[in-house]
């Protein structure tokens, strides 16, 4: 079974195009941070995989319309490795994903570093130690 899941922000605005046929397709790539934990010792700065994501038809009308530069996403689907020789002559590699689904994992306001809105103060319930709350039977709607 040939199935990745990666979540990961976007390095770009995705790209829409059409086919002769009509077919609409969707590509961007994801920036996928990887844990080391040579990054918390040196407090360096952290590494990253990079894996361009092509979306088709009604997946990547939608993927054009709300996806931007910065958002995170997951993206669900077939993993395939591509080669090809970049311009000093060395032989290259490119992670390519077939997206199956992908998930929204930011709103557009976190994409923008709009500030957090506050939480709402919870109001205060007394409670006894096991987490309950003393109710009498009185208070019960039945």
Do not use: H
């Amino acid at each position: 079974m040939n199935k990745l899941t990666i979540i990961g922000n976007l390095t770009r605005d995705p790209e829409l195009r059409t086919t002769s046929q009509g077919i609409q397709v969707c590509t961007f790539t994801v920036a996928v941070n990887r844990r080391t934990g040579r990054q918390n010792a040196e407090g360096g700065q952290s590494e990253a995989d990079f894996f361009r994501v092509t979306a088709w038809r009604q997946l990547a009308d939608i993927c054009s319309r709300y996806l931007s530069k910065g958002r995170k996403v997951c993206v669900m689907g077939p993993v395939s490795v591509s080669t090809y020789t970049g311009n000093d002559g060395t032989a290259r590699y490119s992670l390519e994903v077939t997206a199956d689904d992908v998930e929204f994992l930011s709103s557009r306001a976190d994409a923008a570093m709009a500030p957090a809105p506050a939480a709402p103060a919870q109001p205060s319930v007394p409670q006894s130690a096991g987490g309950y709350v003393q109710v009498d039977e009185e208070d019960l709607p039945f």
